[in-house]
Each structure stands twice: as structure tokens, then as C-alpha cells.
């Protein structure tokens, strides 16, 4: 029998002054069965500081080709590649000849990936961004999880504030470079 993934839902109330965004988000996220908790928060993060039009979820990891988030205008024309963890590097040249905009989130060798990155002559690897995010937060945050999550997220100078599970965790998301 095959495991089925795990539906989660997010009630995210979103204070970007950094974006001077504010907004409450209404997820439904799918926890595929091989998917962290660690990772799933980093989506679930990655998803609200990208908070735009046409941002959503793909298929992630139940599909090789896909990341995790894309950002699609009303066309359906692919305008944002992002990416959760550490992909390989041959995904992200393939990714930045197929997206205008590619972004990666991240909890571990970030700077090492930058480096891989510029030695093998990735496609515009100077427009590919990398943000880096704790993980002593992220599982900080996966250990509030529960079917059912509302998260007050405040970002501001690249310092996130999130209130979860009657907690209050402090992370911060810093562009690698």
C-alpha cells in the first residue's frame, strides 16, 4: 500500500514592511510522505516571502521536472523558478534557461553551492538568488506543526518574527552572495 501525503493547512497573517505587503494567505499544502517537516516549513516560508500574484505550489517533489514554487503570469508564461533545499546544480542551469527569475531557499552549504555554481558556468548564475534560512528556526517552527497552522509572520530587514503553536520563534532570511 502506498503512503498518501498529509494535508496541511496555513493561515498565514503576512507583515512584509520590506515589500509593505500585508496579507492574510490561505494554504493547503500537501506533506508528501519522504517530505521533512524541515523542508515543508522552508516551502511553506519560501511560498509566503515570495507572496506575489501567480506564486503558487507545484507537484514539488512528486515531480522531477518542477521545483517547488513557480511564479506563472496570467498567460500561464513562467516568471519565477524557486527552489527549496539544495538542488543540484544542473537543475539550476536548467532553471535559469527556462525562467526569467530563479531563487533558491536554503538551510545548509549555500556559499559552497555559489562557488559550484560560478565554476561550472551555470546559465546567468549572477541573476540566481540564494537566501539562506536557519535551521535551529526552521525546526523551531516544524516542532509547532499540526493538521492545522496560523502563523503571524512579520518581516522586516530580513528578520522574520513568527508567532506559532503560542510561540514566538525570531529567524532571519539573508540573500547569500
Avoid: C
Avoid at 514539488?60 to 513562467?78: K, S, Y
Avoid at 549572477?126 to 537566501?131: C, F, N, R, T, V
Wanted: no cysteine; charged share 30%; net charge negative.
Amino acid at each position: 500500500m502506498a503512503l498518501t501525503a498529509t494535508m496541511r493547512r496555513f493561515e498565514i497573517a503576512l507583515a512584509d514592511s520590506d515589500r509593505e505587503l500585508y496579507e492574510t494567505l490561505e494554504l493547503r499544502v500537501a506533506q508528501h510522505p519522504s517530505e521533512s517537516e524541515r523542508y515543508l516549513v522552508a516551502r511553506v516560508l519560501a511560498r509566503a516571502l515570495e507572496h506575489a500574484e501567480g506564486v503558487d505550489f507545484t507537484r514539488g517533489l512528486a515531480a522531477d521536472d518542477e521545483p517547488a514554487l513557480w511564479q506563472r503570469d496570467l498567460r500561464g508564461d513562467l516568471r519565477a523558478w524557486i527552489e527549496v533545499g539544495l538542488p543540484a546544480v544542473e537543475r539550476l542551469h536548467r532553471a535559469a534557461k527556462a525562467s526569467p527569475r530563479v531563487a533558491v531557499y536554503g538551510w545548509r552549504n549555500l556559499a559552497a553551492l555559489l562557488v559550484e555554481l560560478r565554476e561550472r558556468n551555470v546559465h546567468k548564475v549572477e541573476q540566481i538568488e540564494l537566501y539562506a534560512l536557519a535551521p535551529e528556526f526552521l525546526d523551531a517552527v516544524a516542532a509547532t506543526l499540526d493538521r492545522t497552522n496560523r502563523w503571524d509572520l512579520a518581516v522586516t530587514g530580513g528578520a522574520l518574527y513568527l508567532g506559532a503553536g503560542g510561540q514566538q520563534l525570531e529567524g532571519a532570511v539573508t540573500r547569500v552572495s
